[in-house]
Every structure is written in C-alpha cells, then in structure tokens.
C-alpha cells in the first residue's frame, strides 16, 4: 500500500485545516489509520488514530490535540483524514499518515506503523 497525504498550509491561529490521506495499491480497511507529526528539532510525535473496519470505529488523540482535532476515515474512498480546528503555533510541524495492523493499544507508537506518506507541512501563524 502506498499513502499520499495532502492538504497542509499555512493557517492562522484560531484557524482550521483539512488533511487527507489518500491509499493506494489496497484497500486501508483491516489497517488502523494514524496520524503523527514532526516539528524542526523535535522527534516525531502521535496525533491520532482511527480503527479499522469491524473494530468499532474507535479514536484515539494525543492530549495537545483533543478537542481540536477530528480523525476520519472514509473506506469505500480508501482515505484518512484529520480535521484541525482552533489551531495553534505550536501545531506547526510536517504532518504524517501511516497504517498499521498491530493491537490498538499501540497505535499511539510510530515503530509500529508499516506503510508511511510523505508528509505534508502545516505552519500555524501567531
């Protein structure tokens, strides 16, 4: 499976952004979708997590985002997506989605995850 992620830019802050991360090559379906991030001098962190097919639709958000940010999924399109509302400087960072089949309970942990896109920048202006 391949994974493109799109939508990053420049936002201000109080702003909103749309991420979307698009497979290829398989369906995503069995796979949990995550998203991590990774600001300059800083090691890359977890932002969210949505379940795979049949797993009960279940999210999980790093605590700097919850309440902000909304992980989706749409399988039929084969796309993850994180919705950002009321962002903050502190949210700039090149952002990532990933799939990964391990137990749920690490889908906080990026060794974990198989298949990584390219990343995508989103700066957030004071």
């Known amino acids: 499976v391949q994974l493109q992620a799109s939508g990053g830019g420049l936002a201000q802050a109080g702003g909103s952004l749309r991420l979307s991360c698009a497979a290829s090559?398989?369906?995503?379906?069995?796979?949990?979708g995550g998203w991590f991030r990774q600001a300059p001098g800083k090691e890359r962190e977890f932002v969210a997590a949505?379940?795979?097919?049949?797993?009960?639709?279940?999210?999980r958000y790093a605590e700097s985002v919850k309440g902000r940010f909304t992980i989706s999924r749409d399988n039929a399109k084969n796309m993850v997506y994180l919705q950002m509302n009321s962002l903050k400087p502190e949210d700039t960072a090149v952002y990532y989605c990933?799939?990964?089949?391990?137990?749920?309970?690490?889908?906080?942990?990026?060794?974990?995850?198989?298949?990584w896109g390219q990343g995508t920048q989103v700066t957030v202006s004071s």
């Open positions: 990933a799939v990964t089949q391990i137990v749920w309970a690490y889908v906080d942990s990026a060794p974990h995850y198989t298949t």
């Open positions: 949505i379940s795979r097919s049949g797993y009960g639709s279940v999210s």
């Open positions: 090559g398989r369906t995503i379906r069995d796979f949990h």
